[in-house]
């Protein structure tokens, strides 16, 4: 039996919202990429060279990556060899595990938000304009305010035109606190903020900031002012860093999980749009090339259409027709 099936949880009732939610929000991933590892299946009789070609081919395509795929052949050739595989049908079943352990080997099953054990929890956003950073925030506040937590938004994107009002109508649209000002230093809408949510005993404070990625150094020097202000008041804050990415920009999402890693601490990633997309792979590529996890995925438009990440529910979203 092979690593995913005898990790595979039997999932529970509670759990049933979460798994439709991956398997219609991979469903673009999944019928392009099974559909064409099928035709694979039905083109070959053997495991050939030219077999693993169009399977690497067909794994680009999905977006997991150039030295993703390129480490994952050698890994599926080194088993195919050792289990003298060379039916490619049989093969199939090989590939689900082979990808699933990219992503577990040496980390926990889930990628859990770390939650302050007193006080405010401090959860930080960054990420370029336009990935939909804002929306991400406000459905963030939705899910702890539905958990029953206390929640604060706390807009540190200041210059932006109409990124201040965006925010708010999220905090009204979830029912949650609110705090900010228009074009003035993010660091002290930050500190008001932060204030206010140390005397209103808050648990989760989630702060948007600037995404001009443009001019790394400025952006660099903002984000320490904020970190420096934010540490002050809590001196173990931000307890985590995420980091938004769109998951319909492919490859040019790692690109800015590598800038963003020069520029701040980056604890995780929040892909969004991944209903979007038929590269859904790149959930794998992020992890093997930025050794980031993803904490969050966006499945879908609606409020409660962001979801906790979990390799087992993503796995099964992505090949439940082979499982």
């Known amino acids: ?91 199939q079943e090989v590939i689900v595990d082979e990808l699933f352990m990219i992503y577990v080997e040496g980390e926990s099953l889930t ?19 336009g990935v939909g950073k804002t929306t991400t925030i406000g459905k963030l506040a939705y899910k702890y305010k539905k958990e029953g937590k206390s929640v604060m938004l706390i807009a540190g994107d200041t210059f932006r035109a109409g990124a201040v009002p965006q925010l708010e109508e999220w905090a009204l649209k979830s029912g949650v606190s609110f705090v900010g000002k228009e074009n003035v230093d993010p ?11 140390i005397t209103d005993n808050v648990d989760i404070v989630l702060i948007d900031t600037a995404g001009r990625l443009q001019n790394k150094v400025n952006l660099m020097k903002e984000l320490e002012k904020i970190n420096k202000v934010i540490g002050k008041h809590i001196p173990s804050a931000p307890h985590e860093t995420l980091l938004i990415i769109d998951a319909t920009t492919g490859q040019n999402g790692i690109s800015q999980a590598d800038a963003f890693k020069e520029i701040t601490n980056i604890t995780g990633i929040v892909l969004t749009k991944l209903d979007g997309t038929a590269k859904g792979g790149i959930v794998l590529a992020i992890k093997e090339e930025v050794n980031l996890p993803v904490k969050f995925v966006g499945l879908g438009e609606k409020i409660e259409d962001l979801k906790p990440f979990d390799i087992e529910e993503y796995i099964y979203g992505l090949f439940k027709d082979m499982i």
């Open 111 to 129: 990628d859990k938000i770390n939650i302050a054990s007193s006080g405010p929890t401090i959860i930080l956003t960054v990420g370029v304009n």
């Open 1 to 91: 039996m092979g690593l995913f099936k005898k990790f595979k949880k039997i999932f529970k009732a509670d759990e049933k919202a979460n798994i439709e939610a991956y398997d219609k929000g991979l469903e673009k991933t999944r019928k392009e990429f099974i559909n064409e590892l099928n035709l694979l299946g039905v083109k070959f009789t053997k495991v050939t060279d030219d077999y693993y070609e169009e399977l690497e081919h067909l794994l680009i395509k999905a977006d997991i990556g150039i030295r993703t795929v390129s480490n994952f052949i050698e890994r599926l050739k080194i088993r195919v060899k050792h289990e003298n595989i060379t039916n490619p049908e049989f093969l």
């Open 187 to 197: 660091a002290s809408v930050i500190y008001d903020g932060l204030e206010k949510a």
